[in-house]
């Protein structure tokens, strides 16, 4: 079972650094796990609409109208890293806060949320590690030829996870009557 702890002394071992068991041990290993975990988990989930992190939902209306410009206000959900896609009939809308201003009377939207580390597939798990061994390098060996290696796989094994998660969705298909000719006469 994937843990946080368990992902990030995947990426401590790639640099040859001691293992923790867990955020709150004495070592540097632990404190600069402690610090970076989270942000870099987060920033690698957001920075792609990875499909295993993608949920739909109806909104929720709050009650009262918002103060100037739309109709409704909708709550977001509280697991929301990022807004992928909204459908409603205007496409116009505003965030503010954590509520999304509209004037349609539903709103469904697709949203990134961080699933946990246990549901993690195997390929995103890998590009987080060599993510987090990449600053490992830097911040535990101050190794900058470490750094460049752990660069380089960690652009690899992105490039490898983005292919992967791709194929979890029929490929798009291109409208080709916009493509017929006409005869001129």
């Given at each position: ?10 990426g ?11 955020f709150?041990?004495?070592t ?7 610090a970076?975990?989270?942000t870099?988990?987060d920033?690698?989930l957001?920075?792609i ?15 009262g ?24 009939s205007?496409?116009q809308?505003?965030i503010?806060e ?8 539903t ?7 961080n ?11 890998r ?7 990449e600053i ?25 996870a983005?292919?992967?998660?791709s194929?979890?969705?029929?490929p ?12 001129v006469?």
């Open positions: 079972m994937s843990t946080d702890i368990a992902i990030c002394n995947t401590l071992i790639l640099v040859g650094a001691d293992q923790i068991t867990s709150q041990d004495d540097r290993e632990a404190e600069i796990c402690s970076i975990y989270e870099t988990r920033f690698l957001q920075s609409p990875w499909r295993f992190s993608l949920r739909q939902e109806e909104l929720a209306k709050v009650v109208a918002p103060k100037f410009g739309y109709s409704f206000v909708y709550q977001l959900p509280p697991d929301m890293l990022r807004l992928i896609s909204i459908s409603n205007s496409n809308y505003k503010y954590d509520k999304l201003h509209s004037s349609d009377n709103v469904e939207v697709v949203y990134q949320y699933p946990g580390e246990s549901e993690f597939p195997s390929y995103f798990k590009y987080l590690e060599y993510d987090l061994a490992f390098s830097g911040s535990l060996s101050k190794d900058m030829e470490q750094v460049q290696v752990m660069n380089r796989l960690k652009e690899q094994a992105g490039k490898r983005r292919l992967i998660d194929q979890n969705q029929p798009r298909t291109i409208d080709d009557s916009v493509f017929e000719l006409t005869s006469r």
